[in-house]
């Protein structure tokens, strides 16, 4: 019985934008933001993931993450780093021992 009309909520499938969004940049499009996400997509083909990177600009979705400072990384849907711009080296050895 739901209260007030509202129907108990349904699982929904995910949607193609985070079905494959499980690597996400959050920042407002600086400089520093791209970089991380060029970064990011460097070490991504080193790895040879075929992962989708999402940027996301909205501040009120980067609010939601608990991030105050950008540009932040987030994977498979946990903060992993903020406030600094991560080298290519260092995202390979985060996304290998995040990853498994």
Known sequence: MG??????AEKAAPSADTANAAVKVLGSGCAKCNELEANTREALAELGMDTAIDHVKDFAQIAAYGVMSTPALVVDGKVVAYGRVLTKDELVRLLQKVRG
């Not at 209260?3 to 108990?8: D, E, M, W």
């Open 3 to 8: 209260l007030f009309g509202k129907k108990k």
